[in-house]
């Protein structure tokens, strides 16, 4: 399992910076063309929050202290696989320029690997023998809700982005492609499950890694809007509802991270 968290860490590491930091030339750098720009930065932004979250956890020791994403990582993955093999005909694989399709090829090969890998090696986890350590500090009841109902919106949104994606236009602030949307929704449910994850562990150190990552997801996309601020329509109720869903993401896991960090220095 810390392999696949090292190893998978440095796979999204190396998309989230071609899509942030590369969005407009995704004709070039990546496994297939994302338009608008936001849309690639947007889905940069999940991929650098994933690595934080992935080689933190794969540093720790205990496993009850690094598993608070695992189950979202694996929903993530199977739906990303899925999406692209409904729209296989949309990625760079017979592109004739090497970047493009080399970039289409390992993308193709590490979903294709990546989900039965980790659906066999995490129950191998599951019914490795011990228990959880003492806890770092119990989360209060208000904040495990309020995780809860956010991740529940994640999941919901996710779930209809990915099986009606022409509803983009309804619920999403700027114009999405049905790759993009499911691309997206796969986002959207992973997260929303860590955000469950969060809330039925209860503990602040189990989950510190995850809400640093979410801190630098809700940063990200903040930078991604003010990049871009032509593309996102933010009178509708899709924009309004973006910012106020990245707001309380970001107090919230600035909270969370602060009452990790206290709870981390009175166990010690």
Known sequence: MRAILVIGGGFVLVAGLQLYVLSEHTDYWFAWTIEP???AAFLGAFYLDACV???FSARERAWDRARVGVQGV????????????????????DDGRLIPTAAAWIWLTIYVLEPPVLSVVYPLQLRSPGGDGPGGGEIPRWFRV??????ALLV?????LFVAPSSAGDLWAWTLTPLTARAAAAW???????LAAIARDGDWVRARWAFLSMIGLAVLQGVA???????????GAPGIGFVAVLAILLAG???GWLAARRASSRSR
């Open 156 to 160: 919901i949104v996710g779930a209809i």
């Open 74 to 93: 694996l929903a993530f993955i199977w739906l990303t696989l899925l999406a692209t093999l409904i729209h296989l005909d949309k990625f760079h694989l």
């Open 37 to 39: 720009a936001l849309t």
């Open 225 to 235: 809007l003010a990049r871009y601020p032509g593309t996102f329509e933010l009178g």
């Open 53 to 55: 979250l992935a080689l």
């Open 253 to 255: 896991s600035c909270y």
């Open 146 to 151: 309020g995780s809860a109902a956010i991740g």
């Open 188 to 194: 959207l449910v992973g997260q929303g499950l860590v």
